[in-house]
């Protein structure tokens, strides 16, 4: 059974740092995307940033530059580096893998982000 677990949330005031991480579960390269969403109070889940196998990357619009994301195919991990939030980006943050037939999505529990202003 695929497992994805994130750590990295908390609360940050405004224009701070938060690093997320998510290590997913099986053998090397076992996801051909990984990636975070997000989801806040009374709104639906959106794309926060995701990355293929081979490193190709996206990002929504609201990013503006201020979050990177990153993977390890072998540890099958990947990290969301958040820079510069905003109230906006509070939310509950959701890991996203895809496995290779493209048909199975696979969500992390979730971690909770919180920024104050």
């Known amino acids: 059974q695929v497992q994805l677990v994130e750590s990295g949330g908390g609360l940050v005031q405004a224009g701070g740092s938060l690093r997320l991480s998510c290590a997913g579960s099986?053998?090397?390269?076992?996801?051909?995307?990984m990636g975070w969403y997000r989801q806040a109070p009374g709104k639906q889940r959106e794309l926060v940033a995701v990355?293929?196998?081979?490193?190709?990357?996206n990002y929504a619009h609201f990013v503006k530059g201020r979050f990177t994301i990153s993977r390890d195919n072998y540890k099958n991990t990947v990290d969301l580096q958040m820079n510069s939030l905003e109230a906006e980006d509070t939310a509950v943050y959701y890991c996203?893998?895809?496995?290779?037939?493209?048909?199975?999505?696979?969500w992390g529990r979730g971690t909770q982000v919180t920024v104050s202003s």
């Open positions: 996203y893998a895809r496995d290779w037939s493209g048909k199975n999505n696979y």
């Open positions: 099986g053998t090397i390269f076992s996801y051909s995307a």
């Open positions: 990355v293929t196998n081979v490193g190709s990357t």
